[in-house]
């Protein structure tokens, strides 16, 4: 115990990863990992600032906090940073209009964005949407355009659910990638800006978080 | 044609391709390229011995060279290396068990080869095969070996239909080797070893093709 307390001396805020994590994903939403309910719990009792911070990209933020909420969770939607939203961000400063391949689920973080006539892809954890004919539009849309920009929403290589492994979005944005000779960008963990904007909403500094 | 007449100056054999350069797959099988069934004609009549190398994986020879016979085409079975066949020949002297992730058409190719309980995935064009599903079976029969060995049968970006471009196998080949963290073994072009069984099978030196 004395070497967490040397180690967390200066400490202000905690970023917390949430699948995996706080709970693993499957069938009838997924279960909570043993002590980690209490664990949040603690850290919301302690002198420090708590975020949560996801790669989840399946699920609309609200889905998602309150899937947790069920699991016994004490978490709000403000409190939680996640690529869908930050991307929205960044196709509304670049004027970008995106193909989505995305999850049925996390389509809705989408609806103030404008996806006619597209000039991006935006590709997320899309699950059994990883279709060959799915894979095939955008891999079109991407050929199509004289500068083609991909966004990928993590680049996870394979995640746990209950039922076992699962792949994740990074094997499907390194086969677009290979596909069309390009780089995508990567919104969400392991970008520095996407951890940057989790302390900024956090009001803490990177020397200051674990 | 007296550069042609110097470029030809020593040469005895000439490897053709057959998708993207005889003929365009699509639907009803595909259509012949203009000038090509001639092309082959005059080859063939020529003093050069002519061998075909594909890397086509989605039909076995036997389906391929019949598709082609009805296009117009002069050849026979005997005359194409095609990746499936040179795959057999290697997993048979590894004694390796594969898993297949591979086009309905071209599964008879592996009749004779042991599939049960894998230890190791062939990967070639499955095309519609390249659902979710599939490709999370094979990643996790990878992931269940202690050495997980990738077998590619070529690794093309994305070739041409008469409706669009289609995404090949590499992309795919892509996302198990970064899923996996391991690299595939390519069988099929551009590999120089399936380039050199071809030359062997056509009884030529690489000096000596074209």
Redesign the interface.
């Known amino acids: 115990m004395a070497a967490w307390g040397e180690r967390l001396a200066g400490v202000r805020g905690v970023l917390l990863d949430i699948s995996g994590v706080l709970y693993d994903g499957g069938e009838g939403g997924g279960a909570a990992i043993a002590g980690s309910v209490e664990a949040v719990a603690r850290l919301k009792r302690s002198r420090l600032k708590v975020r949560f911070c996801t790669n989840e990209s399946q699920k609309s933020r609200g889905d998602l906090v309150r899937l947790l909420q069920r699991l016994g969770f004490d978490i709000s939607e403000g409190e939680v940073t996640a690529p869908a939203p930050a991307t929205c961000l960044i196709l509304k400063e670049r004027g970008l209009r995106p193909h989505l391949l995305v999850h049925d689920g996390v389509r809705s973080e989408f609806d103030q964005i404008d996806t006619s006539n597209p000039n991006c892809v935006v590709v997320a954890d899309?699950?059994?949407?990883?279709?060959?004919?799915n894979?095939?539009k955008a891999?079109?849309v991407l050929?199509e355009l004289e500068n083609p920009v991909l966004f990928s929403l993590g680049k996870g290589?394979?995640y746990k659910e209950t039922s076992?492994?699962?792949?994740?979005v990074?094997?499907?944005m390194?086969?677009?990638?290979?596909?069309?000779?390009i780089e995508a960008e990567v919104v969400g963990k392991p970008s520095p800006e996407f951890f940057k904007s989790a302390l900024r909403e956090m009001g803490v500094d990177a020397s200051q978080a674990q």
Not at 126 to 131: D, N, P, T
Not at 164 to 168: H, V
Not at 174 to 181: I, N, R, S, T, V
């Open positions: 899309a699950g059994e949407g990883f279709s060959y004919q894979m095939n891999f079109r050929m290589r394979y076992g492994l699962m792949l994740d990074g094997p499907y390194k086969a677009l990638e290979y596909a069309c000779g």
